[in-house]
């Protein structure tokens, strides 16, 4: 099966080539494609220079539109499995293998990768811990599916998934909306335990202030969600 590891990135020269050499000593048979969103420092030229597969985006799309890019040209290509990466070094390639095995193993059509299983490595700051239980409160609520991590940006898909969000993939902080809609499509998610590190460079885009907007957004998102 052709595997395939989407890598959004944005001002990420201090982790890109880094996130790549864990992805080629840890999961060799994963085919990946940098999506580059106008990076305003070198991730471009380093991905040029070292023979990196980059997509380079003419505007700012976004985390979303960066990743439903790479969800386009994994559908054009071919892949049958495809999974989204972070390029700050935080995701560990170790985890890609058995996170397939599980996909194919339960015919799931979506894995996440969760911190908070064994709850080992980096947790994420207090703040963002609480806003993740409430959301994995949230989900178990109205959709009745326990997702320990539902921000996690480890996520692998089968390709009926791919199918679905290149139609339609929200702009900003998609993770938890995104699996809200496959829970109420009735697809099957289900998680495995990861261990993940501190960024390894670069600044988070979600600051104090967007935090608020980031809670109150997708809240209204998974509601919306639940009401269609």
């Not at 071919?78 to 996909?103: N, T």
């Not at 885009?205 to 809670?215: A, D, F, P």
Request: charged share 30%.
């Amino acid at each position: 099966m052709k595997k395939l590891v989407i890598i959004p990135a944005y001002n990420e020269q201090e982790s890109i080539l880094e996130t790549i050499r864990d992805i080629q000593d840890n999961a060799p048979d994963f085919d990946y494609v940098v999506i580059n969103d106008c990076s305003k420092d070198r991730t471009l030229d380093l991905c040029l220079q070292n023979g990196i597969t980059v997509l380079d985006l003419p505007v700012n799309l976004g985390i979303g539109g960066a990743v439903q890019t790479g969800y386009l040209y994994a559908l054009k290509n071919g892949y049958d499995i495809v999974v989204q990466f972070d390029g700050d070094g935080q995701h560990d390639a170790r985890f890609l293998r058995p996170m397939a095995d599980k996909l194919i193993e339960e015919e799931a059509d979506m894995v996440i990768g969760s911190r908070f299983i064994d709850n080992k490595g980096f947790q994420s700051s207090g703040i963002r811990r609480v806003g993740i239980r409430f959301f994995s409160v949230l989900t178990k609520v109205l959709f009745g599916k326990k997702i320990t991590d539902a921000t996690s940006g480890m996520r692998m898909c089968n390709r009926k998934i791919q199918e679905l969000f290149v139609k339609d993939y929200p702009r900003d902080y998609p993770e938890p909306e995104t699996v809200c809609r496959l829970l109420r499509k009735k697809c099957k998610v289900v998680e495995v335990p990861v261990v993940m590190r501190e960024r390894l460079g670069g600044v988070s885009s979600i600051s104090w202030s967007r935090s608020v907007y980031y809670m109150v957004k997708v809240t209204l998102a998974i509601f919306i969600e639940r009401l269609r």
